[in-house]
């Protein structure tokens, strides 16, 4: 379809097209030749006109990754958004429509499209996403609103031409340190269809002295120039590495046709000093086609001193220095201004001692050179043989020059030096298979461990086919040069008879006595592993894994082990302990008339006493028979009928004493 667009009335020169200058006019609009439109316009723009007609697209954005919130106040966004370390705001003030000013986080499923995942956004229109916002996806390309607002005549000489709709967010701050900067993206509907035209929607960070002199200066500067940013200076054509086009493919995330890639707005200040700034963004020429800055959250700061560490040695812990081991790095970087000399003070806490617990002492502070923008100073812990757990060691700092903000300390834990130690793991046995892993692992000392084995192999793990039994040593050591730490582990082959095992005999004791529960394993593969249990009884084995256990049972009791040889074969057996009374018994007369019946002194039970003693005396207390091992043998020779008194120490301990009396003729 072929389409005429003619204008009435005010005669419109070339110059007032290009530069979209407002008129009274009546406009039509013919297709076909068959269908005429007439409208009437007042107050509006020719460039307004031209999109609406020459198929700019549509006002309409949906399923935008951009999201944007308009609820905060202008306080909030600036000391909960934008604000970092070291910059104390204060008169926070904002001129401008409502709906120009936001927060917005980056989208793009979570990946920020602009290189900024956060922060304050200002637009020439509005934030909110009704369709005219920079909520993508960019699908027109000529989005945006006239939100009506005045515009600024500081803009107005940035444009050199008139502004409108400015959105202008200023404040007083006071730096604690020697510059201050912060990142943005400056992005805009008239990329690129506009630029060539001359149409540049404007945008200026503005700062100036309070108490110090500093008339207004804009920061907003192309990188390592003096030249501000606009839309006619980055782009496309002009400073293109700058530039990111989001029309070409259309961006999903963000609106605007294109933007620039992060900025950073940075100036030298003073110290403790009050300066204010303005940051501010307009349309210029016109009112419609939008533009819109991205401050990125917490990016408003100011240079700073930043502590880490690094550990020359570790283990899991890479912040974890082992005393007499290694080093431990302090890094002191500051940023800003380093032409001039600057001095930190350094705080220490935590329970290590500076100075005792490593050397050398930290000292109290930091000294940077001119020009200088990194301090190394490197300590050692002292090996004290002492186990005293996990010290600490917290740096901090504070600030004794007047251009230096901490914003960062650094902790290093000291631990004890342990012992190297080896673990081959236990014996084996190749039973069908053709060969065995053997896996090593160290302990103690600092990482990382090296490994030697006997074989020749220098891995943790070795695979082995011996031909017959074999014992494998492995060698651990350490980068400190610890003792070496070693280990055995023995790789059996099995021999051609079957498992088989003997259990020590069953017993019949007294109470008190001790006994031994034995197995003796052969045939089979070693190793072999034993499993005692208590099947009957009270009494438990105390080392249920061993071949041999010795216990004092306090009941009758039967124990049963199992036997398991290297490949997998079983045994089983079981031992059963039975306890007599063993009281020794004295008598109270015995006949030793040599009719065969009580002719001797017995004492019943004496038998499980071995090695006990026995002493007669008459009744004036003479001894007249004495027996060191007495065995139930006496028969009286020697000695008249009569009562005697004995005295029976036995080998347990105690001792029996009473009357016996001797009657030879009954």
């Not at 673990?423 to 990382?448: F, K, M």
Request: include cysteine.
């Amino acid at each position: 379809m072929e389409t005429e667009i003619g204008f009435f009335g005010d005669e419109i020169e070339k110059n007032d097209f290009s530069l979209g200058k407002q008129v009274d006019s009546i406009i039509f609009v013919k297709a076909n030749t068959s269908f005429r439109i007439l409208f009437t316009m007042k107050q509006t723009y020719i460039r307004l006109l031209l999109c609406a007609f020459l198929a700019c697209g549509s006002y309409t954005a949906s399923r935008a990754q951009l999201t944007t919130d308009n609820t905060y106040t202008p306080t909030q966004l600036v000391q909960d958004v934008l604000l970092g370390s070291g910059i104390q705001a204060f008169n926070i003030t904002y001129t401008g429509a409502p709906q120009a000013l936001g927060f917005f986080s980056g989208g793009n499923n979570g990946t920020p499209a602009l290189g900024i995942d956060s922060g304050v956004v200002m637009t020439t229109g509005t934030v909110l996403n009704n369709g005219n916002g920079p909520q993508g996806p960019n699908n027109s390309t000529g989005s945006g609103e006239d939100n009506l607002a005045p515009g600024d005549t500081y803009l107005d000489g940035v444009a050199n031409a008139s502004t409108f709709n400015a959105a202008i967010l200023e404040f007083d701050f006071i730096p604690l340190s020697d510059s201050v900067k912060f990142n943005y993206s400056f992005g805009s509907e008239e990329y690129m269809e506009w630029i060539a035209g001359g149409f540049a929607d404007v945008f200026a960070f503005v700062l100036s002295g309070v108490t110090v002199a500093l008339s207004p200066t804009n920061i907003a500067l192309i990188p390592n120039t003096t030249t501000a940013v606009t839309a006619l200076n980055v782009n496309a054509n002009i400073n293109s590495q700058y530039y990111v086009d989001n029309e070409n493919p259309p961006g999903t995330a963000v609106q605007y046709d294109g933007f620039t890639t992060v900025l950073q707005a940075i100036y030298p200040v003073q110290c403790g000093e009050t300066y204010h700034i303005r940051l501010a963004i307009a349309d210029a020429l016109d009112g419609i086609v939008d533009a819109g800055v991205f401050l990125e959250a917490g990016s408003f700061t100011t240079g700073a001193i930043n502590v880490s560490s690094e550990i020359s040695y570790g283990g899991p812990n890479d912040s974890t220095l082992f005393e007499g081991c290694g080093q431990a790095c302090l890094i002191f970087a500051r940023q800003g201004n380093l032409s001039a000399a600057d001095t930190v003070q350094l705080n220490f806490t935590g329970s290590a001692i500076n100075g005792g617990d490593f050397i050398p002492a930290i000292p109290n502070q930091v000294i940077f050179q001119p020009g200088q923008d990194t301090v190394v100073i490197c300590i050692s812990a002292v090996q004290d043989l002492i186990t005293e757990g996990l010290d600490t060691l917290n740096i901090s700092t504070t600030v004794s020059g007047p251009c230096v903000q901490s914003v960062s300390g650094a902790t290093i834990y000291i631990g004890d030096f342990l012992p190297l130690t080896a673990n081959a793991g236990p014996d084996t046995a190749l039973c069908s298979a053709n060969s065995v892993t053997i896996t090593a692992n160290g302990g103690g000392g600092v990482q990382p461990y090296t490994y030697s084995w006997s074989t020749g192999d220098t891995t943790q793990s070795i695979v082995v086919s011996p031909s017959q039994t074999t014992s494998y040593i492995v060698e651990i050591t350490d980068p400190c040069g610890s003792p070496i730490g070693y280990d055995t582990v023995t790789v059996y082959l099995p021999s051609n008879d079957p498992l088989s095992i003997i259990v020590s005999p069953d017993y019949e004791i007294c109470e008190g006595d001790p006994v031994i529960l034995d197995v003796t394993a052969s045939g089979g593969s070693s190793p072999y592993t034993y499993s005692w249990t208590t099947v009957s009884g009270n009494d438990l084995v105390a080392n249920p894994n061993q071949p041999t256990n010795q216990l004092v049972p306090t009941s009758n009791g039967t124990f049963l082990v199992l036997v398991e040889e290297g490949c997998g074969a079983t045994r089983l057996d079981s031992i059963t302990v039975i306890l007599d009374g063993c009281d020794v018994i004295p008598p109270n007369v015995f006949t030793p008339n040599g009719d065969g019946t009580n002719d001797v002194l017995v004492f019943q039970g004496l038998d499980d006493f071995p090695g006990s003693r026995l002493y007669l005396y008459n009744r004036w207390g003479n001894k007249i028979y004495e027996n060191t091992d007495y065995t139930n043998n006496w028969n009286g020779d020697g000695v008249s009928d009569g009562t005697y008194y004995y005295v029976l120490d036995l080998s347990d301990g105690r001792s029996l004493h009473g009357f016996v009396m001797i009657l030879k003729d009954k």
